[in-house]
T-cell receptor, first 113, second 116 residues
Framework: GNSVTQMEGPVTLSEEAFLTINCTYT??????LFWYVQYPGEGLQLLLK?????DKGSNKGFEATYRKETTSFHLEKGSVQVSDSAVYFC????????????FGTGTKLQVIP | GAGVSQSPRYKVAKRGQDVALRCDPI?????LFWYQQALGQGPEFLTY????????KSGLPSDRFFAERPEGSVSTLKIQRTQQEDSAVYLC??????????????FGPGTRLTVL
C-alpha cells in the first residue's frame, strides 16, 4: 500500500533560518507528490506539487523536488518568516482516475522572531 | 469566491448518539472527498464521490459510517451509534474534475467531533 513518512516535529527555527522538512514515500505505481499546509485556525491548503520524477514544485518561496531514486520529496525554504508557522503535511496520490490522497502525520513548524 | 464550507464546526455527542455532518463543496465541483483526521495525525481518506455516485468507500471504518451526495452537490456524512474512537476532525474536500494528477483538492475547515 501507499505510505508517507515525514520528520517529526515540532521544528523551531529563528526567523530567516533555512528550513528542511524531510519526506519519504512508499507507493504502488507512479505517484503525484504534494505538500499541504495548515495555518493556525485555517483549513488545509495545497502548498505545492510535483507529478513526475525530477519535477520541482514551488510556491511562496518553498520548494520540493520529486526524487524517484530516493523516493523522497523534501520541503525547503531558504529564509523562513514568522508567518510560515504552521503544520506541513507531505502527501501522495496514485493514478486511478481520482486523487485519493495519502497523508503523512504532519510536521509542526514554529518560527520565532 | 466561496470555498468549501462545513457545518457544524464543532459537535459534541454522547456515546451512542447519531450525528450528521454537512459539506457544501465549491459550486460546480464534480469530485468530493471525506477525510478523518485524528489528533496529531494526518487526514485519512474515508470516501469519494463523483457527482452523486459514491465510487470509493474503502476508508469508512465501519458500517456505522454512511455518506451520501444525492444531488451531486451537498454531501452528508452520518455516523450512527457514535463511539469515543470516532472523535476526530472530519474534513471535506472538493475538486473540479476527476483527474488524479492535475486536480487540486480544496479543503473545508472541518467539523471537530467529540464523543463523550
Amino acid at each position: 500500500g501507499n505510505s508517507v513518512t515525514q520528520m517529526e516535529g515540532p521544528v523551531t527555527l529563528s526567523e530567516e533560518a533555512f528550513l528542511t522538512i524531510n519526506c519519504t514515500y512508499t507507493a504502488t505505481g507512479y505517484p503525484s507528490l504534494f505538500w499541504y499546509v495548515q495555518y493556525p485556525g485555517e483549513g488545509l491548503q495545497l502548498l505545492l506539487k510535483a507529478t513526475k520524477a525530477d519535477d520541482k514544485g514551488s510556491n511562496k518561496g518553498f520548494e520540493a523536488t520529486y526524487r524517484k531514486e530516493t523516493t523522497s520529496f523534501h520541503l525547503e525554504k531558504g529564509s523562513v518568516q514568522v508567518s510560515d508557522s504552521a503544520v506541513y503535511f507531505c502527501a501522495l496520490s496514485t493514478a486511478g482516475g481520482y486523487q485519493k490522497v495519502t497523508f503523512g502525520t504532519g510536521t509542526k513548524l514554529q518560527v520565532i522572531p | 469566491g466561496a470555498g468549501v464550507s462545513q457545518s457544524p464546526r464543532y459537535k459534541v455527542a454522547k456515546r451512542g448518539q447519531d450525528v450528521a455532518l454537512r459539506c457544501d463543496p465549491i459550486s460546480g465541483h464534480v469530485s468530493l472527498f471525506w477525510y478523518q483526521q485524528a489528533l496529531g495525525q494526518g487526514p485519512e481518506f474515508l470516501t469519494y464521490f463523483q457527482n452523486e455516485a459514491q465510487l470509493d468507500k474503502s476508508g469508512l471504518p465501519s458500517d456505522r459510517f454512511f455518506a451520501e451526495r444525492p444531488e451531486g452537490s451537498v454531501s452528508t456524512l452520518k455516523i450512527q451509534r457514535t463511539q469515543q474512537e470516532d472523535s476526530a476532525v472530519y474534513l471535506c474536500a472538493s475538486s473540479l474534475g476527476t483527474s488524479g494528477s492535475t486536480d487540486t483538492q480544496y479543503f473545508g475547515p472541518g467539523t471537530r467531533l467529540t464523543v463523550l
